[in-house]
C-alpha cells in the first residue's frame, strides 16, 4: 500500500512538472508513455518470475532490476530454506522407514478408510500384504478374517486380538492404534513360540503337580496313621509328627490348586455348560466355610436362588470358596462380611465385602499373579497358597465374565465376579 501511494505521488509529481514545462497534452502522453515504459518492465520480469515458477529450479532464478531483483532474492532464500526442510524430511522418513524394516514385528499405516498406506515387509509376510499391488485398497479386503473385521469395526483396541492362520497354523497378535486425522497403526506379531513355550510349562506344571500328588497322599496316610497312635508316642515325637502333617497338609493343598490351574488355563475342563443348581450350591458352600471360620467372623450370606448359572460346577465353587476365604483370611476376628449373589446390570454377579485390612493401590494390578502375596507370612501362616485370585481371575475369563476389586488400605475390599448375561438359566 505504501508503494502504491508513493507511486501515484510520483506520477502526479512528475505530470505537474512536465504540465509547468511542457503543455498539458505533452505531460500527459509522456506520462502515458512513462506507464507504458514502466508496464513493459514489469510484463517481462512477471514472466520470468511465471518462466521460473513453472520450472522451479532454484539455479535458473532470474537475478532481477530493481524491486524485482530484490523478490528474487527472497524467492531465492525462501527456495533454499523449502529445499534444506525436504532433505531434512527425507532423510528423517528414510530413517523412520528402515528402522520400521528392520522391526521384527510388522507394522501397517492405514487411514479412515482402512485403505492401506504403507507397511514394512513382516507385515506382508504375516498379512500376505502386496505393497505395490494392494497400496490404498482396504486390509479387511486384504487380509480377510472374521475376527480381525470385526476388531476392526468395533474401534474398541484396548485390547489384542489373536488369530490363527489357517494356512501356517501361526498365531497372529494384532494392536491398533489409532494417531491423528482418524489414522491408525497396525501392529502385529508372531506370538506362536510363546503359546508354545506357556503349553509346554503348563503340561510341565501340571504333569508335576500330578506325579507329586501320589507320594505326598501316602505320606499324609501315614503321618494320620502315627498322629493316631498318641498312647504309644511321646509328646516331643507327636509336636514332630503333628508340624510334619500341618506342611503335608498344605503341600497338598497347592498342589491341588496347582492342578486346578493349569486345568483351567489349558481348557481341560472343556463342558462349562453344565447347569449350576444355585442352591445346593450355596448350601455346600455354607457347610464348608462354616467348618473353616468357627464362627469367628459374622458371615452374612444374601442369595437369589432364582438365578442358576450356566457353566463349570467344579471352577466356579472354586472361585466362589477362594473369595470368601480370602475375605476369611485377612479380616480380624468378629469382623463382618458379606456374601451375595444376584443381578447387577442385567448380569448375574457373586460379591464378597468384607471390613479387613484393605489392599493398597501398588498391589492391586498384580494380585491375581501367580503366587503373589501382599503379606506373605500371613498368608502362609493362614492356610493360603498364593494361587487363589489367579484361579480366580482364569475361571471368571473362561466363563467369559470379569473380575472387579475395589479396595483401600484399613477400609476393606469388594470383589466381584460378573458373569455374562447369557450364562443365567
Known amino acids: 500500500m505504501k508503494k502504491i501511494i508513493t507511486l501515484i505521488f510520483f506520477l502526479s509529481f512528475s505530470f505537474f512538472i512536465f504540465y509547468k514545462i511542457f503543455s498539458f497534452d505533452i505531460a500527459v502522453y509522456l506520462i502515458c508513455f512513462a506507464s507504458a515504459v514502466g508496464f513493459v ?12 515458477l513453472n ?15 530484490e523478490i528474487f532474492s527472497k ?23 528402515a528402522a520400521a524394516e528392520a522391526m521384527l514385528d510388522g507394522v501397517i499405516a492405514i487411514n479412515q478408510n482402512n485403505e492401506i498406506l504403507w507397511c514394512n515387509k513382516p507385515a506382508q509376510s504375516m498379512l500376505k500384504i502386496n505393497l505395490k499391488k494392494n497400496y490404498k485398497q482396504p486390509i479387511n479386503y486384504v487380509f480377510r478374517n472374521t475376527a480381525f473385521s470385526d476388531y476392526l469395526e468395533i474401534g474398541e483396541y484396548d485390547e489384542t486380538v489373536k488369530i490363527l492362520d489357517q494356512d501356517t497354523r501361526k498365531t497372529i497378535e494384532i494392536k491398533v492404534t489409532p494417531f491423528r486425522n482418524n489414522m491408525r497403526l497396525i501392529t502385529c506379531r508372531d ?12 503340561e510341565f506344571v501340571s504333569n508335576f503337580s500330578h506325579e507329586l500328588k501320589t507320594p505326598l497322599t501316602v505320606i499324609v496316610g501315614f503321618l494320620e496313621t502315627l498322629e493316631s497312635n498318641k498312647a504309644k508316642i511321646d509328646k516331643e515325637t507327636l509336636q514332630i509328627f503333628s508340624i510334619m502333617s500341618n ?12 492342578l486346578l490351574l493349569s486345568n483351567v488355563e489349558s481348557n481341560q475342563l472343556q463342558n462349562r455348560d453344565d447347569k449350576i443348581d444355585v442352591y ?4 455346600k458352600i455354607k457347610n464348608e466355610i462354616a467348618l473353616i471360620d468357627k464362627k469367628e467372623h459374622q458371615i452374612n450370606f444374601s442369595i437369589n436362588k432364582k438365578i442358576n448359572l450356566k457353566g463349570s460346577a467344579i471352577e466356579v465353587e472354586s472361585a466362589f470358596m477362594n473369595l470368601i476365604t480370602n475375605a476369611i483370611r485377612y479380616s480380624e476376628v468378629n469382623k463382618e462380611i458379606r456374601v451375595t449373589w444376584d443381578i447387577e446390570a442385567m448380569q448375574p454377579t457373586f460379591t ?37 485370585l489367579s484361579i480366580v481371575k482364569n475361571v471368571i475369563t473362561q466363563h467369559n465374565g470379569r473380575l472387579e476389586i475395589k479396595s483401600n488400605l484399613n477400609q476393606g475390599s469388594t470383589f466381584k465376579l460378573i458373569f455374562p448375561k447369557e450364562r443365567i438359566l
Not at 250 to 258: P, S
Not at 373 to 381: E, H, M, T
Open 75 to 97: 524467492l531465492y532464500k525462501l527456495s533454499r530454506l523449502e529445499e534444506k526442510s525436504k532433505k531434512e524430511l527425507n532423510l528423517t522418513l528414510e530413517q523412520f522407514i
Open 55 to 69: 520450472t522451479n529450479n532454484i539455479h535458473d532464478i532470474p537475478e532481477g532490476y530493481g524491486v524485482w531483483s
Open 191 to 202: 506370538i506362536s513360540q510363546l503359546i508354545s513355550n506357556e503349553k509346554i510349562r503348563k
Open 280 to 283: 445346593n450350591l450355596f448350601k
Open 247 to 258: 506342611q503335608a497338609l498344605r503341600m497338598k493343598k497347592l498342589l491341588d490348586d496347582l
Open 352 to 388: 464378597v465385602k468384607d471390613s479387613g485390612i484393605g489392599i493398597s493401590k501398588t498391589h492391586l494390578s498384580r494380585i491375581t499373579e501367580r503366587f503373589y502375596r501382599i503379606d506373605a507370612d500371613r498368608s502362609r501362616d493362614t492356610g493360603g497358597t498364593g494361587l487363589g
Open 41 to 52: 518492465f514489469q510484463s517481462y520480469w512477471a514472466n520470468k518470475l511465471n518462466i521460473w
